[in-house]
């Protein structure tokens, strides 16, 4: 069965420094992964995805994430946050090879709030 | 372009009193519909799945109840709210293709629910 961790459910930055937000899957096939971030009372929005493609996946917002296949990882970053970055982000995962049923739908990690000190 | 509408975006009920979210898909046919909730510091727990009319699948026993009377709505209902229902409500979309979730899921602005 797929399951995702994402180390930390707080990290705190500050302005101008490195961003980096963990996330390790467990999936028996290579899956497709996803970066989601979600602002405070609003729905949750892709900022990136990994479909099998290039390992480097660039998204919005300056973010990017690499996969790492020799460590199931999937971790999330961008060289300099910004306080607008302030933000809940979730990391999720399918099995590409899933068809239907529950076992075809995303699976998410529990969230890292990310906070951005001046 | 798909968009995905969702309603009201802030509700005050009290408990025992009736439930109705309304979740509405424009732009695409057919899609693959979830609700989830978010309750605080316990991350998105899904709630229900739809992969058509008529065809729920409930992920967790709950005091909730849903349905999708149209192809592009799905509404989450409670006949009697509790306490703990509380949270932030999210509906979703992913395309019916094949593996649609792996295309991932498009979100709604969410419905946050505060039940007194």
């Known amino acids: 069965a797929q399951s995702v961790t994402q180390l930390g459910s707080h990290v705190s930055v500050s302005e101008g420094a490195l961003v980096l937000l963990r996330c390790n899957y467990s999936s028996s096939v290579p899956p497709y992964l996803f970066w989601y971030v979600q602002y405070p009372n609003q729905g949750l929005q892709l900022l990136l995805k990994?479909?099998?493609?290039?390992?480097l996946v660039k998204g919005i917002n300056g973010f990017e994430a690499e996969f790492k296949k020799s460590e199931t990882s999937f971790h999330l970053t961008k060289p300099s946050a910004h306080m607008s970055d302030a933000a809940e982000y979730f990391c999720?995962?399918?099995?590409?090879?899933?068809?239907?049923?529950?076992?075809?739908?995303?699976?998410f990690g529990k969230g890292t709030k990310l906070s951005v000190k001046p | 372009s798909q968009t995905i509408h969702q309603w009201p975006a802030t509700l005050v009920q009290p408990v025992g009193s009736p439930l109705s979210l309304e979740c509405t898909v424009e732009g695409t046919s057919n899609p693959n519909l979830y609700w989830y909730r978010q309750a605080a510091g316990r991350g998105l727990q899904l709630l229900f799945y739809s992969v058509g009319i008529g065809q729920i699948s409930s992920e967790v026993p709950q005091n909730l109840s849903a349905s999708r009377p149209q192809d592009r709505q799905f509404i989450l209902s409670s006949k009697k709210l509790l306490l703990s229902d509380s949270g932030f409500y999210l509906c979703a979309w992913s395309p019916s293709l094949p593996g649609g979730a792996n295309y991932g899921y498009t979100f709604g602005s969410g419905t946050r629910l505060t039940v007194v």
């Open positions: 999720a995962v399918s099995d590409p090879t899933n068809y239907g049923g529950s076992q075809g739908n995303l699976i």
């Open positions: 990994y479909t099998s493609a290039a390992t």
